[in-house]
């Protein structure tokens, strides 16, 4: 897959880069591509967002400024899937994490902190996600996630087979992931469930499938 994500500040996304899944898939199942909107922007001084119109606190990410970049990166508008990351958009499920782990190509577009100019989304994107129905003080955030759960879904992200029993997966019936305990076995008169210490791996399949949420 490739992956491009159109940001402020792409270094924020070096720590990202440096550990699992991410690092596991990189340069092999991934091709992950940072761009500043910064280095594209028309305007002065680096300029890429301006007060919105009406008034109102913030700043907006400029639409010309985006379409520069993407005009400039890709040379026509792109054919394949370019997501807005905004609170209005469709909600992040580990389904449409799996729907954009099966894209060959995907572009991320990430927000000012007061958002896009919605023009962005309308025109520039195809796609609108949300990563939950809050503010955040970084709009690079929502793409971190974004990439992160996917990477997780490429070949070779995770040792064979520990996808299929994660929490969502279809395995689990879409729901939680069982609880886990590991030794001592009695802490502070806390008991791990008897079920789990029998050895009767039938009735341990049992009980956590019973404890599946």
Not at 24 to 47: A, K
Not at 71 to 95: E, I, N, W
Not at 137 to 153: E, H, K, T, Y
Not at 187 to 198: A, K, N, Y
Request: proline letters at 6%.
């Amino acid at each position: 897959m490739r992956l491009d994500v159109f940001t402020l500040v792409p270094h924020a996304f070096a720590w990202l880069t440096e550990q699992r899944p991410v690092a596991t898939v990189l340069g092999g199942e991934l091709d992950l591509r940072l761009f500043s909107y910064r280095d594209y922007t028309p305007l002065r001084s680096g300029q890429v967002d301006d007060e919105p119109y009406g008034g109102g606190a913030g700043m907006v990410l400029r639409v010309d400024v985006v379409a520069t970049a993407l005009d400039t990166v890709y040379g026509a508008a792109p054919s394949h899937r370019v997501v807005a990351l905004t609170p209005k958009g469709r909600q992040l499920t580990q389904a449409v994490v799996e729907e954009l782990a099966t894209e060959e190509r995907l572009t991320l577009l990430s927000a000012r902190f007061e958002g896009f100019d919605e023009r962005i989304v309308e025109h520039l994107a195809s796609d609108a996600i949300s990563v939950g129905p809050y503010v955040l003080s970084n709009g690079d955030l929502p793409a971190m996630i974004v990439v992160d759960a996917v990477a997780r879904r490429l070949p070779g992200a995770l040792a064979e087979g520990s996808g299929e029993v994660e929490s969502f997966s279809e395995e689990l019936g879409g729901g939680l992931e069982y609880p886990h305990y590991t030794r001592p076995a009695d802490f502070r008169g806390w008991r791990v469930p008897d079920v789990l210490l029998s050895g009767d791996h039938a009735k341990i399949e049992g009980w956590r499938r019973e404890q599946v949420r």
